[in-house]
């Protein structure tokens, strides 16, 4: 995939759970429409979830998790055969059966390969790009009390010893989240914001997912279905700070975003 323009990737979250209540998709039916849209809008990536990682969360067991992505993956594959599918998921089993079984096109990660020992030997097996993120903690605690010496710092030592241990597998194709709102105060999010283009420092292409999050909507005083104005602000900042994909519920506000950036950065060329 080229990433010199901006890619989307449009979530689909087939769970009961997930903190924007509009996302949640759990019939075969409502899949498919969500699908649909996201295509239609211009969703270059479709990254399916099964377990709800919000702060507080408590995720199903494997086996929940694996019905969930049974009754997902399945017609989407039937349907969208060469859409570009993404697997949100922080278990190696799970990432396996997603590859194996529905040719799944990407791991995305958001414990960073902690919650599983076993993902950065899978992955590499597979063969399969991997979204590694950053996530201090786990979903029912990473929001108690998050701190950090050095934000910055630590991210970017703890990219490079992850991603040192994911080449030693083997492993060839990574994209590096940072991890809005994964064990990060509001006023982290906001200065690694304010900092994100050092992560360029690690040559890899950089994922923001900040779709309606709290650090938008708490700011705002608001909630996560009055977000999208705040979420097209932070992702218009990201896309000026280096990122390569963009994470998003609403795929055609984020499209049209991208569209507007590109076009600034090259206005002498006409469009097609």
């Known amino acids: ?58 995720c199903p067991d494997e086996i929940e998790e694996m019905r969930r992505l049974h009754t ?47 993902m950065f030997d899978t992955v590499a097996q597979l063969g399969v790009p991997y979204i590694l993120t950053h996530t201090k903690g786990t979903p029912n605690h990473m929001q108690d009390h998050p701190h950090y010496d050095d934000l ?19 492993q060839k194709d990574i994209v590096i989240d940072p991890g809005f709102g994964f064990g990060k ?23 923001v997912g900040v779709s309606r999050k709290r650090m938008i909507y708490n700011l705002l005083d608001t909630t996560p279905e009055h977000s999208l104005n705040g979420t097209t602000v932070v992702n218009t900042i990201a896309l000026t700070k280096g990122a390569n994909i963009l994470r998003v519920h609403d795929v055609k506000a984020a499209k049209e975003c991208v569209t507007i950036f590109h076009k600034m950065q090259h206005p002498a060329i006409k469009d097609s």
């Open 1 to 58: 995939m080229d990433l010199s323009t901006p890619r989307i990737m449009g979530i689909l979250n087939v769970t009961p759970d997930s903190f924007y209540v509009e996302s949640r998709k759990q019939t075969e039916d409502d899949i498919m429409v969500r699908a649909k849209e996201m295509i239609e809008e211009g969703a270059d990536i479709i990254d399916v979830g099964a377990c709800s990682t919000r702060p507080g969360a408590e």
């Open 72 to 118: 997902a993956l399945h017609p989407l594959r039937r349907a969208f055969p060469d859409a570009v599918i993404s697997v949100d998921t922080f278990r190696a089993s799970v990432a396996r059966m997603c590859v194996e079984e529905y040719n799944a096109d990407i791991i995305n990660d958001i414990s960073g390969g902690q919650f599983d020992d076993k």
């Open 152 to 170: 910055m710092h630590e991210m970017l030592t703890y990219f490079a010893e992850r991603v040192q241990m994911l080449r030693d597998r083997g």
């Open 185 to 207: 105060s509001l006023e982290h999010n906001y200065m690694l914001l304010n900092q994100l283009a050092q992560l360029q420092l690690m040559e890899l292409p950089i994922l």
